[in-house]
Every structure is written in C-alpha cells, then in structure tokens.
C-alpha cells in the first residue's frame, strides 16, 4: 500500500510525534510505501504554552519526513489537500487530540478524498478536549465527518465519537513506548538526573496542566508525608507554574519535593522511571495516557484515578490501583501500595499484562478499519 502520515514528527517533540514515526516503521517493515507529511507550522507562538516545540536532534534516517502542513493558513490545506488528491495514496493515516487540529486537517481531507481512491483513517485520543471551549463543536464536526475511519483507545473515546459520526470504529489501547530504551540501575539513573539515591522517589510525571491533578497529589502528599521518599515532578508547565509552587510552600513540601519542571527530553526519561517506584497520576479528566504506556515499559507500578480509560488501561490489584481522583483517596492509595510485598506483587504480573500492547497489534487494527471503510 501507499501511506500516508499526516501529523506531528521530527522535528516536533513529544509523544505524539513518537507515535506517528513508530507507526510508519511498523507500516514499513511490512514492506508499504510510508512518508509522514508534518508541519511547518504547528501551533503560533503566540499559543504555545511551553518553552519549545522542537527537538534539536538530526531527523531520523531511516523515515521519510517532509514539512508541508501549516495549521493556520487555509491556502496551504487547500494546495495539500490538492496535492495528496493528485498522489493518491491508499490511506491517510491522521493523529486527532485536540479540535484546534480540525480546520487544518478537515479541510485537507474533505478535499484528497474526492479522488475516490484515498481513505482517510484517524487514531483519535481525544474527541472532547480536556480544556473545553465554545468552538470545540463545530471544529469536531468538521473535522470527524471528513474521516472514513477510526481507532480509539479507550471507551469514553467511543461513545463521544458516535454522537459525531457513525463511521466504522475499533477499539484497540494504547501501545507501550519502547523507543525511550531499557531500565538502568537506579544508582545510575539518580547521578544522571541529580538526585540522592539513598531515597525512595515516587514519580509524576508528563506535561502540567491543571486537569492532571498536580494539586490534588501535593495535597495528598502533605497529608501522607513518608520520611523516607521523596515525590519527583518531571515535566513542563502548561499552566501557571507560580500556583503551584506556592501550594508547595503552603503546603511546606519545599523539602519533600523535587521539581524538574522542563520538558523531559526522550534520551532522559528511562532515568526518571529507572529512579522511581511508583508512579501516580491523578487527573480529574481523562481518556488515556500515554505515561501508563511508558511505565508498562519500565514496569513501574502506577496509582491512577478512576475516570476516562485509565482503569481500562491500569487494571486494579493487577499492575496498579485504582481509586478515586480526590486528596483522601490518593493519599490512601499510596500508603496502601507501599505495604508489604505490594510493590514486588504489582511488578511481577507486568510481563503478562503488557501483551495486550503492541504496535502492530494497534497498525493491524488500523488497516482493518480501512477495509471496513
């Protein structure tokens, strides 16, 4: 087949476009005909909440990656749209997790597919943004119904999609993140990343936004307190970092906690899981997590909260527990996941649980949505 990726990727950060590259190497070693077309403009400036939105490391060699799509201009998604209309492609494979993506990428798809050839098949993380806003609606509605195709990740996922569109949809979950390497000693990983490795660290990990629940797991932890660990916060923010540390200081956590608040590049994060036993998020919202995946890779026992798909994705008593996302519950998960053998019992049933998740088991799923289409 002839494929197409349309989404983030080098030199884009992040896991979306890890996920978008991993997908055209499987598509690849099964012997299609891959390029990703990723943007040349992402989000404006104006409206990026981090520091940077690239990588400075060299392209990957092996995957061909062209910059063409520019998500505010309405004349590049028409001459792109033209352009895949005129190449042909067997599908167009898109990424979708937030509806400022939808004018962009609706136009360009409402265009190629009328050369009655193309389909265009979406892997959807979100159709409901965490952060709502006045024109999530339309943009869905735009965008989704331009889509022959999709595969969700996680139930709530589905049933916001089918009050859009009854196009053919497949649940398959979230693959693990292979790509960040293999467990280090511990005493290795705390020298990398600059911490004592005499204590015991329990991570969060992941962009900052409000909906995560950074607040409610210092609250927790302030009421918790162990003497004998330390909570890791790795990650960038993307809301007001000042709120924050002035909880930690109402709080008088400044002892308790460390803050590596940037963004985690890729060659850095086995250091973070390699250093912590546990890892805990506790968002208010959800659908899925891409930070469950990379903690499945690490075997890292997780304490989630029960909304959206994370129970789905982080089975209770199996590899994690489960509880509800307020500061009481949190903080009883997390006394309870440290006594006894709890750890070791959570970290054993890992090499079973983890072969529900696989890249070709998700890019299988993503072809039979083709054919169904």
Known sequence: MKIILLGPAHPYRGGLASIMETMAREYQSRGH???IYTFTVQYPSLLFPGKTQYVD???PSDLHIERVMNTVNPINW???GLRIKREKPDM????YWTPFMAPCFGTIARIARTNGITKFICQIDNVEPHEHHIIDRPCNLYYLRAVDGFVYMSEQVHGELKAYTQAPAIFSPHPMFENFGTRVDKSEACEKIGIDPTLNYTLFFGLIRDYKGLDLLLEAWARWMPTDRKLLIAGEFYTSREK????IERL????RVILHDHFIADEDVRYYFSAADCLVLPYRTATQSGVTQIAYNFSVPMIVTRVGGLPEIVPDGRIGLV???TVEAIAEAMHRIYESDTLQRLKNNFAEERKRFSWSAMCDKLLEVYHKA
Do not use: S
Request: glycine share 4%; charged share 20%.
């Open 57 to 59: 490391t060299p392209a």
């Open 78 to 80: 028409i001459r792109l």
């Open 92 to 95: 167009v494979l898109m990424k």
């Open 252 to 255: 008088g956590l400044q002892e």
């Open 33 to 35: 005909q891959v390029r």
């Open 244 to 247: 924050y540390i002035a909880l």
């Open 323 to 325: 509880c509800e996302p």
